[in-house]
């Protein structure tokens, strides 16, 4: 059942309200009316409602939903992991007062991380909408300007190799069958762990690959064909254990549920780690390095590899975000792209959502020269808008150097490398350079949280700089 706050004060509540009103944090209090928005509301009560069928009105009470909306708000905010929250929650009276549990116990961290995986990627996208919608209410942004650049976010892997991959798999190949194991009957499944073997074959391979030699290759091609013996057999007998137990050959005489759960892990990493292993060879013992559909972690497998040409990092494991700014530093739009998409491809679709928000298209769109192209910029002058500022690339003619050098144009370029430092805001205040959310759905909603927060700390911003109509008495 859904939780509230609507409730009877408690006798300790007085004093507990006495000390928290001489509290002020500026920032947290703006944010508290911003947050008290009912449709925002409505939309975390609808995230919490669709947990299980009747989980708005049947069960024991969980937490509420603007608790829970205040709650992730903060913990973005403030670059906090979930322990971190329930940690600062319970030892500050500033933060019960601003997520609304004042003198009422605090959940535990595993409560909050199940409860904010509610909202998914749609829902937070409508939290989105609906923020972007309060910011044009109260007229801090008209959509006349657009800037669009792209940025690659981390996933929360380890540096991938195919040495590692391949110890990962063992790992957790070997984990799930020790607990279905764990639950038969006498020793009818019997387990051996290989984690000592596979350490010492991936220091072999790491020290067989600081050398060039012929005899440096030859070890090295020679621990991956062992760590590879020991990757395969594993797999075997989980295949065996897996069919074993879909045709109830395998007596289960312990918890029905522990095996149920290590057969769904099981059903879920056996196809990654046989490619895993395909792409193994193909790279070590075939030397092929481009290998179409390459796993880069067992665990975040919607990974891709982003190359932006950053000369300290010329390449990145994660995925390619968009970002659509407006006036005021607001994100009005942001998109995950499936792999390492061009620029030049995600153009047309930022106008696009641009003028599925406001209505019509912006008069000044601006982007960097990765975005351009002849069609790009015949389009987005087909569309309406009056003043496309993209940098052609390459040795420029005259004519095209001649529109470049324009007032207006040279004004736009000013105005889009400001774009560049809100993807530093996003990625260092706000966390965003790497994702802590697992999975892909994790992945989109950790990002989205980003740009929301960002988005109410800007609008925070924008009305502090407006100035306050005087009344006349």
């Known amino acids: 059942m859904i939780g509230s ?37 409505a939309l975390s009560y609808k995230a919490l409602g669709g947990r299980c069928q009747r989980s708005k009105d049947f069960g024991r009470p969980g ?78 942004i008209r959509g006349r300007k657009l ?76 621990s991956y064909r062992k760590l590879l013996d020991l990757t395969r057999g594993v797999k075997r007998q989980a295949a065996a254990v897996l069919e074993d137990l879909r045709s109830n050959r395998l007596p289960i005489g312990g918890n029905l549920l522990t095996v149920l759960k290590a057969e769904a892990c099981l059903t879920h990493y056996v196809p990654l780690v046989e490619k895993v292993i395909e792409q193994t060879e193909a790279r070590v013992f075939g030397g092929q390095t481009h290998y179409e559909g390459k796993i880069l972690s067992l665990f975040e497998e919607h990974t891709a590899v982003i190359r932006k040409g950053k000369p300290d990092k010329p390449t990145e494991f994660g995925r390619l975000v968009r970002l659509d700014e407006v006036e005021n530093g607001i994100v009005s739009g942001y998109d995950i792209a499936p792999g390492n998409e061009s620029d030049q491809k995600q153009w047309i679709p930022a106008l696009e959502n641009h003028r ?57 370029q000013g105005w889009r490398a400001g774009i560049e430092a809100r993807i530093s805001t996003l990625k260092h205040p706000f966390a965003m350079k790497r994702a802590r959310y697992k999975g892909e759905t994790g992945f989109e909603r950790y990002v989205g949280w980003c740009v929301i927060t960002q988005n109410l700390v800007a609008m925070i911003r924008a009305r502090r700089k407006t100035p306050v109509p005087c009344r006349s008495g």
């Open 63 to 140: 937490i509420a939903p603007d608790r829970l909306l205040r709650c992730v708000v903060l913990k973005h905010l403030k670059r906090w992991s979930f322990r971190q929250l329930e940690y600062e929650l319970r030892h500050s009276l500033l933060y019960r007062r601003f997520t609304c549990f004042f003198e009422d116990p605090i959940p535990d961290f595993t409560s909050f991380s199940r409860s904010f995986g509610l909202f998914g990627p749609e829902g937070t996208r409508h939290i989105h909408e609906r923020v972007i919608q309060r910011a044009q209410e109260q007229k801090l």
């Open 356 to 412: 599925e928000l406001f209505g019509q298209v912006p008069r000044l769109a601006a982007a960097d020269r990765g975005f351009w192209n002849t069609q790009n910029e015949k389009q987005a002058l087909d569309l309406g808008v009056k003043q496309v500022v993209l940098p052609a690339r390459g040795r420029l003619s005259a004519k095209r150097a001649e529109h470049q050098q324009q007032s207006w144009f040279q004004r736009g």
């Open 5 to 41: 706050t609507s409730r009877q004060a408690s006798l300790f509540y007085f004093a507990f309200a006495k000390e928290v009103a001489s509290i002020r944090d500026l920032t947290l209090d703006e944010l508290d009316g911003l947050l008290k928005d009912p449709e925002l509301l």
């Open 147 to 222: 800037r669009v650049d792209t940025t690659a976010v981390e996933t929360n892997i380890h540096y991938p190799t195919d040495s590692g991959l391949l110890a990962d798999s063992l790992r957790v190949m070997t984990r799930s069958l020790k607990r279905i194991a764990a639950q038969c009957v006498g020793n009818s499944l019997q387990v051996v762990d290989h984690a000592r073997a596979a350490k010492y074959r991936v220091l072999e391979i790491c020290r067989a690959a600081k050398t060039f030699t012929d005899t440096g290759k030859a070890q090295l091609q020679n």
